[in-house]
């Protein structure tokens, strides 16, 4: 069973839109981190939560964990372009650090 | 500045042949390192990781094994590739230790026919 559930698995979206990715874990987690990959490259960090209820935001992302630390979601707003790509959540369980447990991803598609 | 490389980038191997992929962190040192694969279906499964020369942990019961011979260097491999083997490796390494802030290499994509 998928211990990091990840939705919508795919997303298409016109330009200027904002949309929200949702990742949910069964058991809390002591961290998630949010990552952005373009096909056929490596994943790039985005960001990292570790307290519940934390939020945190780069340029137009926003990333929050809930207070149980169990739900993350991630807010893009007024998507462009350049956003395109397969984001994937990847969770810490057990507090060891880079033994990342990653949903399935959920690939985005910004129309011009 | 810290750099991350893999080669090769694409490798087209029949089953039971050989494999070997390197990965290379430049600008730092002792990282904890990682080996991820990514099949289809896009998610991420940890192979093995290693936090110093020579030692090795493996997640997964698997065809492949890694080794670690200097403190930058970190290497997959098999001795016979299966299908099963088919994926997408991904090398990383922690940039603050103890956490799940990775930077990962460019990949490398494997094809076992």
């Known amino acids: 069973s998928q211990e990091l559930e990840q939705s919508p698995q795919s997303l298409i979206v016109q330009e200027g839109k904002n949309l929200t990715i949702n990742c949910t874990s069964s058991?809390?987690?002591?961290?998630l981190y949010w990552y952005k990959q373009k096909y056929g490259e490596g994943l790039i960090f985005l960001m990292m939560l570790q307290k519940g209820g934390e939020e945190k935001s780069h340029e137009k992302i926003t990333a929050k964990l809930d207070e149980k630390k169990q739900q993350s979601s991630l807010h893009i707003t007024a998507s462009q372009p350049s956003h395109a790509g397969i984001y994937l959540c990847?969770?810490?369980?057990?507090?060891?650090?880079?033994?990342?447990?990653f949903g399935q991803g959920t690939e985005l598609s910004v129309k011009p | 500045s810290q750099t991350i490389h893999q080669w090769p980038a694409t490798l087209v191997q029949p089953v039971g042949s050989p494999l070997s992929l390197e990965c290379t962190v430049e600008?730092?040192?002792?990282?904890?390192l990682y080996w991820y694969r990514q099949a289809a279906g896009r998610g991420l499964q940890l192979l093995f990781y290693s936090v110093g020369i020579g030692q090795i942990s493996s997640e997964v019961p698997q065809n492949l094994s890694a080794s670690r011979p200097q403190d930058r260097q970190f290497i997959l491999s098999s001795k016979k590739l299966l299908l099963s083997d088919s994926g997408f490796y991904l090398c990383?390494?922690?940039?603050?230790?103890?956490?799940?802030?990775?930077?990962f290499g460019e990949g490398s994509r494997l094809t076992v026919l």
């Open positions: 600008g730092t040192s002792n990282p904890n």
């Open positions: 990847g969770a810490d369980k057990y507090n060891q650090g880079g033994k990342l447990i």
């Open positions: 058991k809390t987690l002591y961290g």
């Open positions: 990383a390494w922690n940039k603050i230790p103890n956490t799940g802030e990775l930077f």
